[in-house]
């Protein structure tokens, strides 16, 4: 057996179908696993897919999509697990728990601050990576509303990417990666829903979008949003009125302060609150600190954060205070905002006024 080792490019034919096999065509569904997530399962990511290999045949994979993030300005790099999988024959002999630790590796080296799952089995609790945050569901009702903006129904890419890379928290995406991941819309395609992207637009100039998943059944889903908060209003309702539509469902992280306080205006209710999807592992502790500590010193006037690595614990030092957790409780106190019983006063106040952090939650197009 060979590996944890990056896949060769002869051999990513072979790991598409392993891939193909145990997400699609072993439950009877048709093998498009690299259609839907076309820059992630590619040539040019072959060293971010990480293979346990027997007899030249790739038996587990581990693969990754690490890109730069835009945090409210401050970069930081994100990288995003996905497609984990080993060969029915294989499984059980602890393959992609190695590949689990080999990821690990490969993040730290690779400088990545924060790590995505989108999932929350045991292999990835045993890496530490946690469920976190808050999401609350709300469903929109069809109502009197009218749009002010004109609505234009899957425009192009180029309108998208100007609001994107605006919005506080986004990931880089060069315009033709936006293009080819609009036209593989890979959430709606894994749940086999279709997918429709509404922008509000006045002249030539973008306003606000949104990505709908459509089920056959009426229902829809919203799943990538950008531009102008009172906007994405409009446009939701114009979505909720159309005859086709029979329930909008809209998950909204805490940190969209703006539209959590705009739903009562629309009629809009709340279904449940609860994490969100998937889990979180900070890799690089202090650098993460780091950049964390400048957004919120532009955003909140506080003072400097540090973070570092204490064997297993995490430390935080603010002012003259010390706070030692264990990666769970960190986790939970930057991004869950639960405060430990041993948080010094100052440190309180600070998480008080500040947590939980915005978190990126991938449900868009960044989806792996
Ligand atoms: C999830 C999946 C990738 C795990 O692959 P695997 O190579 O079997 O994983 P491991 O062998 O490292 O661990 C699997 C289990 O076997 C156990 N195990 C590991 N070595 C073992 C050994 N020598 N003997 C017995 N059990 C062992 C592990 O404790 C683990 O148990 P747990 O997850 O219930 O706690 C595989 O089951 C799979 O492909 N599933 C379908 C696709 C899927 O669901 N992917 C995840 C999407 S989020």
Known sequence: MEGPRAVKKEELQQLTDLINYVFRTSSGREADMHISFPLFISEENLNNLLVMVDNGKPVSHMGLWINDFSYFGQPIRVGSLGSVCTD????????????????????????VDLLLVSGG???YQRAQCFKAGEVTWYNISKNSSLPRFEIVVNPPVEYLAELWSREPMHSHRELNNFKALVEAAPLPRCIQHQSTVYLAKIGNAPLAYIQALNAPNGGVLFYEWAGDRTVLLEIASYISNLPETREVTWPLPSWEKALHNLMPKFDAKVNR?????????????????????????????TN???????????????LDEELKLDRKNMSELLFSGLLPKNIPSKMKSLFLEVAPLPLPWPIGFDYI
Not at 91 to 110: C, F, I, S
Not at 304 to 318: A, I, S
């Open 88 to 111: 029915p024959n294989y499984r059980r002999q602890g393959l992609a728990t190695k590949l689990m630790d080999a990821v690990l590796d490969h993040l730290e080296a690779e400088g």
């Open 121 to 123: 089995r045991g292999l």
């Open 273 to 301: 609150t609860e994490e969100l999807s998937g889990t979180y592992r900070i890799i690089r502790f202090a650098s993460f600190i780091e950049k964390i500590s400048k957004y919120l010193q532009e955003h909140y006037g």
């Open 304 to 318: 400097e954060l540090q973070g570092f690595d204490e064997g297993d614990m995490q430390v935080l030092h603010y």
